[in-house]
């Protein structure tokens, strides 16, 4: 069967490869996994201030609710079914074109759950927050719920209205509570992401000049539209969207806020900013790269070099650094850039490779910035040089750090080196010999790697003189959780690509229409 025309591609599209039996359903479980972080504000703002050990407990558990319900939602999930599960839609304004419309498929099903795994190890991790304790918990639950959001979101609406939620509480978390920048820090921040937001609406604006139908998906609401478009305006659209996202990505040269802000924010703060807000960006980048495929291959080149770029830049700046949480900063630039990467080669390879990626970067850089917390509190220092000779004085912390490090140079064994692999194989089949720039950058990662694990537990040179007392329980219970995933995820990756297939398949077809 031959494909069909370009003047049949809205049609075809919409019947054949989006939009399939869209399940709409009254309020249902993505509601309430939705909702809960807002209802534990509630729940906050009647508790006394000073009662800061309800406060804790209530902002601990309901992270822990949203952690059992993406659970809840995963084992619901049909991993063969590529389409959009557990829908919910209710029109708002349909002369406007918005409606509360949530959905989840194969891309965004593990983000969930990375998400809401994360914010419940931010809250674990925020235990030694003094000050201000309510307001801070307050601003943790409404960014758990401003993350969710943009994952659940299938409507562009309310997509970007989630997308500016995150922004207020960030400026504040970091703002008050970050280290001695944090005001500069906070700052940086709000203005990158202004700007870039100001490029998303523009964007969604000029689409929404053709005839915008909501249909109730992400996808969708504005495909038939986009492809209305003429070619160079489909071009400039998606330069548009690749300014905003590629901004919070974030890709070079457009990464300056980041360092900063990951370095300043709280410990809590810094893993969901690696963890979840860079993977926001790339999950909305996926999103329109499918809506634009006529001009996501013609940007193709400039998306691949803008990745190596970010790859090779974040690599080699975190070679340099002294300061053990500016390394995992720079490092996630470079990470990210694989991450880019992998999306730019606009196949099914490389969407694998990007989601791996994505989820292995979010689990490594949140054990590091959390044993590196719990390292500065013993310490008062960031600095590697300053360390020295630690495993014999904290073995636990030791070992759950030689598996992070070792899940950041991409051993066997983890899930950083399922991520790099698929990735090395991806880039390869379609660019050739440019991958040499993609195993440099991976050769200067396992080079800093390999330099922090000498000083950190070889070297005795600089030990500290202070007697070091190991991590309880408590402390290791987030980072045991990060590690075991690290472990399980890279000694079992087909459980998360069986998760992802079908949706992943789908896309690639999307992409690669004319391919046909």
Known sequence: ??????????????????????????????????????????????VPGQNSY??????????????????WMLAQYDAHDPTLQLAEYFAINPAFGSAYSLGVDGLSMPLLVLCTLLSWVAMLASLNVSTHIKAYHLCMLLLEF??????????????????????????????????????????????????????????????????????????????????????????????????????????????????LAFVEAPAGVSILLSGVLLKMAAYGLLRVLIILPEAAHILQPVLVLLALAGMLYGSLLAWRQSNLKAMVAYASISQMGIVFLGISNLNQAGINSAILQMLAHSLTAGALVLLSEQLFKRTLSRQIQDYGGLIKPMPRWSGLMVVSLFAAMGLPGTVGFIAELQTLTAFYQQWGWLWVFLALSLLITAAYSIRTLGVLFISATHAPRLPLNDIRLPE????????????????FPATLLDLSAGTVAQMHRLLNFQAL
């Open 1 to 46: 069967m031959s494909p069909p025309s370009r003047h049949l591609r809205p049609a075809y599209f919409t019947n054949h490869l989006i939009k399939s039996d869209f399940r709409v359903r009254d309020m249902g479980i993505l509601s309430l996994l939705l909702w809960t972080p807002a209802i534990g504000c509630l729940l906050l703002i009647w």
């Open 54 to 71: 309800q406060i804790r407990l209530i902002a601990n558990l309901v992270t822990m609710v949203s952690v059992a319900l993406s659970g």
């Open 146 to 259: 401003g993350m969710l959001g943009v994952f659940l979101a299938q409507d562009w609406v309310l997509f970007y209205i989630f997308w500016e939620l995150t922004l207020i509480p960030l400026f504040f978390l970091i703002g008050r509570w970050g280290g001695n920048r944090r005001h500069a820090a906070s700052l940086n921040f709000v203005f990158y992401t202004l700007v870039g937001s100001v490029f998303m609406l523009i964007s969604l604006l000029a689409i929404s000049q053709y005839h915008l139908e909501h249909s109730g998906s992400l996808i969708t609401a504005i495909q038939n539209s986009a492809s209305t478009m003429p070619v160079q305006q489909q071009v400039w659209v998606l330069l548009g969207f690749l300014i905003g996202f590629g901004i919070k990505l974030p890709i070079f040269p457009a990464h300056g806020w980041l360092p």
């Open 476 to 491: 290791g219970l987030a980072a045991g959780a990060l590690v075991a995933a690290i472990v399980l995820l890279g000694l």
